[in-house]
T-cell receptor, first 113, second 117 residues
Framework: NAGVTQTPKFQVLKTGQSMTLQCAQDMNHNSMYWYRQDPGMGLRLIYY???????DKGEVPNGYNVSRLNKREFSLRLESAAPSQTSVYFC????????????FGPGTRLTVL | AQSVAQPEDQVNVAEGNPLTVKCTYS??????LFWYVQYPNRGLQFLLKYITGDNLVKGSYGFEAEFNKSQTSFHLKKPSALVSDSALYFC???????????????FGQGTILTVHP
C-alpha cells in the first residue's frame, strides 16, 4: 500500500496563477483533510471531507477550494495564488471519526512569488 | 474553543538520557489526544493517542505519554533518548463534540527535539 500520496512535491507559482494539488489514499478511508504548515504555527486545517460527497471548511479556508472526486481522491485548488499561501501543504486521511488516527502524505512545498 | 500548547520550542537532551516533550490542552470535557512526529522533509507520522482508559499510553519507537486530567497535560516521554529521535514533535487534540466535527485535529506549534551524541 502506498498510503497517502500527493502531487506535486514542489511548485513555484507567480501571484495570480492557479493550481490544483492532488491527493489520493489507498486505505479505503472515509475522511480526508487538507492542512497547511507554517513555521511556528503547527498545522492548520484548510478543508476536510468527512465522507465521499461532502466537504466542509476548516480553520483557514479563504483562498482555497476543494473537490472530493471519489472515495480515494481529494484535491485542493488555489484559484488565484497569493504570497501568503506560500506554505507546505499536507493531505491526510482517516477511517472516520474523531478518535481515528490520521495518516499523512509527504507534503507539497508551494512558493508563491 | 479548544487549543493545544507546547510550551517549549526546543528540547535538547543527551543520548541515553530520558526525554520529555510537554503538551497542555484546553477543551471542554474529555479530550482525545495525539502525538505525531515529523522528520525533515517528511509528512507527519503517528506515535500514540489517548482515547480513554489507562492514563499511560505506550506508542511507537519506545515513546509513551501520560494523560493528566487535573493538570490538562499530555507529556510525551521516552526513558532513553536516541540520536535518531531528533525531529519535530506535534501534540494534537480532537474536538469533543460529535456531529459533523469528524476528526478535526487542532495542533500545537511543535517542539524541535535534538538528541546529542
Amino acid at each position: 500500500n502506498a498510503g497517502v500520496t500527493q502531487t506535486p512535491k514542489f511548485q513555484v507559482l507567480k501571484t495570480g496563477q492557479s493550481m490544483t494539488l492532488q491527493c489520493a489514499q489507498d486505505m479505503n478511508h472515509n475522511s480526508m483533510y487538507w492542512y497547511r504548515q507554517d513555521p511556528g504555527m503547527g498545522l492548520r486545517l484548510i478543508y476536510y471531507s468527512a465522507s465521499e460527497g461532502t466537504t466542509d471548511k476548516g480553520e483557514v479556508p479563504n483562498g482555497y477550494n476543494v473537490s472530493r472526486l471519489n472515495k480515494r481522491e481529494f484535491s485542493l485548488r488555489l484559484e488565484s495564488a497569493a504570497p501568503s499561501q506560500t506554505s507546505v501543504y499536507f493531505c491526510a486521511s482517516s477511517l472516520a471519526g474523531r478518535t481515528d488516527t490520521q495518516y499523512f502524505g509527504p507534503g507539497t512545498r508551494l512558493t508563491v512569488l | 474553543a479548544q487549543s493545544v500548547a507546547q510550551p517549549e520550542d526546543q528540547v535538547n537532551v543527551a543520548e541515553g538520557n530520558p526525554l520529555t516533550v510537554k503538551c497542555t490542552y484546553s477543551v471542554s470535557g474529555n479530550p482525545y489526544l495525539f502525538w505525531y512526529v515529523q522528520y525533515p522533509n517528511r509528512g507527519l507520522q503517528f506515535l500514540l493517542k489517548y482515547i480513554t482508559g489507562d492514563n499511560l499510553v505506550k506508542g511507537s519507537y519506545g515513546f509513551e505519554a501520560e494523560f493528566n486530567k487535573s493538570q490538562t497535560s499530555f507529556h510525551l516521554k521516552k526513558p532513553s533518548a536516541l540520536v535518531s529521535d531528533s525531529a519535530l514533535y506535534f501534540c494534537a487534540v480532537s474536538p469533543l463534540r460529535g456531529g459533523t466535527s469528524y476528526g478535526k485535529l487542532t495542533f500545537g506549534q511543535g517542539t524541535i527535539l535534538t538528541v546529542h551524541p
